[in-house]
């Protein structure tokens, strides 16, 4: 394992340290946590507030994605683990403008714990009006009959898109949970493990593989999948990955979707564009409209290698809400 | 080596074809040379044409950089090697509105040699008149007193910046490549390199080290740096590359910089953001000020691991051309 850090234990709060230092025009750090990050622009009264968070090393996740139309505050936690409910209630009461605040979170049961409590103790303490909406995108952690089990992985980037849009718009925030909720009900996401990736005080694999192995269906903490088999060409691996995804949520000819092909931390672009290349292949047989791509590394697992694809079915409303501009430090668009 | 690739004999030629459908608003691919990438959105009459390239392997450079208000064309090379005369030829000649085209590309003999021959070229068959500026960044790679003998690495970065944001603004030919050069001459970078990459068509890895090694200034295709030791703390580390850099270009207090923390290819960006914190913290004890940073994988070598600190000083143009909004595939700034 080698590493460009310090002392081991202190990773995360250095990171925070050089992230909100290289971006003082977007973000703060709110002093009591050191662990709960706000936008460092000034946030309109009535606008519901949008608060994401979750275990440190899947960068730009969660961190990455505070700013204009995306999340107003993150909680981050300790690598891979929940954050605790004091800094998702500190960037609470701070993003509170009167309209109540959604917690966006994947679906892991330390988050489910520490949002649960943060919020019990918002609407206690400030009378917060808290809405909750889960990530559940990854096909392979859970049966179809059983969705509201599965684990959120890289599809919550679409979900923060839509809520985050959404609260900028002005909506309520019901209207926001709602359209959340459907943003995630229409999101799939199926990944791919190559090479796992090492905590900084372990120095220990996330997971093993043999020298030519992959295994589909990897979860982005290291969760097993569902089949360790060779390592195919990449046009196999995405059929592989969309077929999953389609199986699980059909989508008709002249549907219009969202694609990310996201990097799992030390996949190179080149192998992401090659695996897009055949994304869109495959899509565009079957006559499914891709409106806009995304390719890079969007949710990580430290230098975790391989991939996922999510796509998005996008209705009207979620592709004005995907379209809307965006500008966060790690995440910009116009 | 475990890449998700097809034939490696056509990673280049199907990650380009991923792109340009991955962002077909943005991108077109020319029809003669197929390694030819030219903005799709119409360029405006007498606008000079910013036309970049190199090999392939450093996404998002180069490619990633083609849109508003940065490049209006890229010619693709094979992986680590410049692309021929003829798709720069292609892009010439498709962005040149009347007011010529500014070259910019990394100072290797490949690149000198190939775009030296376009040049040519489009001014004898078009008759197109074309600026030329090197990239010389890369303080490990030659003396200070020959300058102009070093290589470009992720400091093109802020040239192309520049020029692209000159040319949006009106200036003439000679002014691009004036201003541009002036950014180069206000940009170092120091590199470090952890691990190697490995090339898709032998698998080879591109340099060296031993399991806890480090070497400073290593270049972005394994060229030799100038010292290996042993793996130090990112802030020792950080100290080192920032501290060669104000030795070959002092920085008074009070004067402003751009900053990038680059990374390689398979450095999280946790530790790229510990990187940046202790770079933030030199400048600012001697009195520099950060106007903008600039922290993630802007110019990789594959899947190599480590880093690099570019720091270029600003004066009001620069800061204004450092400042002007972007729109391109894999970089945007509002």
Excluded: W
């Amino acid at each position: 394992m080698k590493k460009l850090i310090n002392n081991p234990t202190h990773v995360v709060d250095e990171m925070i340290e050089g992230y909100v230092k290289a971006f003082p025009k977007h973000v703060k750090l709110l002093p009591e946590n050191k662990r709960s990050i706000v936008t460092a622009k000034e946030t309109r009264p009535e606008k519901v507030g949008v608060l994401i968070g979750g275990g440190s090393g899947h960068e730009p996740a969660f961190m990455g994605y505070v700013g204009d139309g995306m999340a107003d505050g993150v909680a981050v936690g300790n690598i891979f683990a929940s954050p605790p409910p004091d800094p998702i209630l500190e960037v609470t009461k701070e993003i509170d403008k009167g309209a109540g605040v959604v917690y966006i979170y994947g679906n892991y049961a330390g988050d489910v714990m520490n949002f649960g409590m943060a919020a019990e103790l918002a609407d206690l303490e400030y009378g917060t009006n808290i809405g909750t909406v889960l990530v559940t995108d990854d096909v392979a952690s859970a049966p179809k009959e059983e969705k509201e089990k599965r684990r959120g992985i890289a599809g919550e980037f679409f979900v923060t898109k839509a809520a985050g849009a959404a609260a900028d718009k002005g909506y309520s925030l019901d209207d926001v949970v709602s359209v959340a909720k459907k943003a995630n009900e229409y999101t799939r996401t199926m990944g791919v493990g190559l090479t796992p990736c090492s905590l900084p005080q372990t120095g220990k694999p996330s997971f093993e593989l043999e020298a030519n192995e992959m295994e589909i269906g990897l979860g982005h903490h290291g969760e097993p999948g569902i089949e360790k088999g060779e390592l195919q060409p990449a046009d196999r691996v995405a059929d592989r990955l969309v077929q999953e995804i389609l199986n699980d949520m059909p989508i008709g000819s002249g549907e219009k979707v969202a694609v990310l092909v996201n990097g799992l931390g030390s996949t190179t672009q080149m192998e992401l564009y090659i695996m897009f290349r055949r994304v869109e292949q495959i899509l565009s047989e079957k006559g499914i409209e891709i409106h806009r791509s995304y390719v890079g590394s969007y949710s990580t697992s430290l230098e975790m290698g391989g991939c996922s694809v999510t796509i998005t079915k996008l209705d009207d409303e979620l592709m004005e809400l995907v379209d809307y501009p965006a500008d966060c430090p790690m995440y910009v668009q116009r």
